[in-house]
Structure formats: structure tokens, C-alpha cells
């Protein structure tokens, strides 16, 4: 069995796409996905299986599709990627809450950074399958970075990150 996170894109923003926390570990458990959790209301499953990446990816969003009659983006990780993700992070010297993983599907494209728009005072960096931000004095609210590879993925800020990697760990 590996853990797992399911990453679901653009749940819980602003009260326009709201799936409740409770109502995904429901699905987790038609799915029948081992000792589900939730982490935060932005959606973020946490479970084990023995399927593989691809088909839970298929199955998740399906079903997450299916409850919130739109479809819905979801990334999935490894507790060891997690754990990589966390360690493999190269803007450690600001604060969590101020560095996002975009988590993507595949390996960015090595002209990924030269596709970025708007860059202010933001740092950017190609990770495996993440590309790492991190944001400068206007902070990630008033940021106007565009990065259109990562517009397919989903974020989340490093702090959440580096609890999800905890979690996942003590799951297997």
C-alpha cells in the first residue's frame, strides 16, 4: 500500500466551486481508498492504496467531477515525492507561506520559465514535476505572475506542503 495526496484544482476558492471536506472523504470512501483524511478545506485528500497513480487520478476526478457537476483538475503524490518536494525546494530561505509548489501532471518543459509573464519581484524554479515560486515583498495576493504551464496544475504553499509530506509519512 502507498500513500497518497489527491491535489484537486480549484475547490473551495472564493465560494465559487465549494465541495466540502466531509463530502470528499465520502467519495474517498466509495472509492474505496484506505484511511482517508483531509487536510485544510482546500482539497486535499490524503489516503492509501495499492492502485496506481494514473488510475486513482482517473478515478478521483471522475467521482470529484461527478459530485461537483464540473470537472476538476487533481494531482497526485507519493508521501517520497512529497517528502522531495519538501526537500528538493530551493527558495528555503523565505517563509512557507511565502513559497508555492505548482504540482503538474508531467515534467515541466525546460523553456518553462521563459513562458512566465508578469514577473515582478518573484523567484522561479523547475522542480520534477513542480515549478517552485517564491514570492517577493507584494506577497502572493498582489502578485501578477502568469505561468501559463502551471494554469493545468494546482498550488499550494510550502508550509501545507511540508505538513501533507508529515502526514503522508506517518500513513505508511
Known amino acids: 500500500m502507498t500513500a497518497y495526496v489527491a491535489l484537486l484544482r480549484g475547490v473551495n476558492l472564493l465560494g ?5 471536506m466531509d463530502d ?15 487536510f485544510i478545506a482546500s482539497g486535499n485528500l490524503l489516503f492509501v492504496s495499492g492502485r496506481n497513480e494514473k488510475s486513482l487520478q482517473r478515478l478521483i476526478a471522475k467521482a ?10 487533481v494531482t497526485l503524490r507519493t508521501a517520497k515525492e512529497m517528502i522531495a ?3 528538493g525546494n530551493p527558495f528555503g530561505d523565505q517563509a512557507g507561506n511565502m513559497v508555492q509548489a505548482f504540482f503538474l501532471n508531467a515534467p515541466p ?10 514577473i515582478d519581484d518573484e523567484r522561479i524554479a523547475l522542480g520534477k ?17 502568469r505561468l ?3 494554469e493545468a496544475g494546482t498550488a499550494r504553499n510550502m ?14
Open 109 to 118: 518543459p525546460e523553456d518553462a520559465l521563459e513562458m512566465a509573464r508578469n
Open 129 to 145: 514535476r513542480e515549478i517552485y515560486v517564491a514570492y517577493g515583498e507584494r506577497g502572493i495576493g498582489k502578485s501578477r505572475l
Open 148 to 150: 501559463p504551464l502551471a
Open 64 to 73: 470529484v467531477t461527478e459530485r461537483m457537476g464540473r470537472s476538476v483538475g
Open 85 to 87: 518536494v519538501v526537500k
Open 24 to 38: 470528499l472523504r465520502a467519495i474517498a470512501q466509495q472509492l474505496r481508498l484506505g484511511s482517508p483524511r483531509t
Open 159 to 172: 508550509n501545507s506542503v511540508a505538513k501533507m509530506a508529515e502526514l503522508l509519512t506517518g500513513m505508511e
Open 16 to 20: 465559487v466551486s465549494t465541495l466540502k
